[in-house]
């Protein structure tokens, strides 16, 4: 592929100016089954304009098929996502525009190299052409790639490749950020060097991010705001602080005495619940998940 040539000190990626349309994402009684296996079954939830939100759960709890019905890679059925006022299932094309996705899945080319790969993306995002190398250019200094821009993917480390697909998903300026476990099978200097970009990037943009973790910690030291989902619900809601006060006050009106105060770790156990089922479509469900999950966390690992 023909690139472009990068120019030399890229502007910041423009600030969005606040607009009095409502929540940056508001989901109300989703649902969505795979024959039997009901992955969202009535979650509603609304994510202000800013807010990092964290959607928590154990494997197979639906987090993976909500974010692609609000990504509108899956139909809204039945169920209402407005991205920023616009209706996903009849916005489409609006909603994708605001829209910045990084799957669980590997969505950089291990054949071209890391500015090809988000010039692909500027292209499929329908970046104007005379905007192109610019804001790739952006796109790769906001992850910290400007120097391996010329370099093939395939020789970068894990954290280096989400990064990479973090400016693909940047390549569009987007509002919404969603995020499927971004940080799974990395170190935790690699962890937080993802984390700081995509700080860096909110505090210059104002860009909301919701996201996904299996980490108590990332959840708790990341997130503004927190939902508990377990078999396609949400179970609780709030920030980390109110969510452990929940659990306080659940264990007070149970009469449970004496224990020590509450992690996030706890609050999860207690909303989410241990066990993931026992019927076989759940059965099959956690095999698909695990294996997925191996998969992900290998190829970036
Ligand atoms: N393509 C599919 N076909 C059939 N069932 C699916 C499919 N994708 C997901 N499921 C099922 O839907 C349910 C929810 O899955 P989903 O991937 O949304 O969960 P998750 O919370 O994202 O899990 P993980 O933490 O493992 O990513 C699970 O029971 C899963 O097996």
Not at 156 to 176: D, F
Request: charged share 25%; glycine share 10%; proline share 7%.
């Amino acid at each position: 592929m023909r690139t472009t040539p990068r120019p030399p000190d890229p502007e910041p990626i423009p600030a969005h100016r606040p607009e009095a349309v409502g929540p940056a994402l508001l989901c109300d009684d989703l649902h969505y089954a795979f024959g039997r296996t009901r992955a969202v079954d009535g979650l509603s939830l609304r994510v202000a304009a800013g807010e990092v939100f964290g959607l928590l759960g154990p494997n197979g709890a639906g987090k993976t098929t909500t974010m692609r019905a609000i990504t509108t890679l899956l139909p809204v059925r039945p169920g209402v996502i407005r991205v920023f006022g616009h209706d996903a299932a009849r916005q489409k094309m609006a909603v994708r525009r605001l829209i910045g996705y990084v799957p669980q899945q590997l969505s950089a080319d291990g054949s071209l190299t890391g500015e090809e790969n988000v010039d692909l993306f500027a292209r499929v995002y329908d970046v104007p052409r005379r905007e192109r190398a610019e804001r790739v250019a952006q796109a790769l200094a906001a992850v910290g790639l400007s120097e391996a821009a010329g370099r093939l993917a395939a020789t970068y480390s894990g954290g280096m490749v989400r990064r990479l697909e973090l400016a693909q998903a940047l390549v569009s300026a987007p509002r919404l950020m969603v995020l499927d476990e971004p940080t799974i099978g990395l170190d935790p200097i690699a962890r937080d060097s993802v984390w700081q970009h995509v700080d860096a990037v909110r505090a210059a943009t104002g860009m909301t991010v919701l996201v996904t973790t299996h980490s108590m910690e990332e959840a708790e030291q990341r997130c503004d705001r927190l939902a508990l989902m377990h078999r396609g619900r949400i179970r609780a809601l709030g920030t980390p602080r109110e969510l452990k006060d929940q659990l306080v006050a659940h264990r007070r009106e149970s009469g449970a005495q004496g224990l020590p105060e509450p992690t996030l770790e706890d609050v999860f156990r207690h909303f989410a619940g241990s066990g993931l089922g026992s019927g076989p479509d759940d059965e099959r469900g956690e095999f698909h998940d695990v294996r997925r999950t191996r998969r992900t966390a290998s190829r970036v690992g």
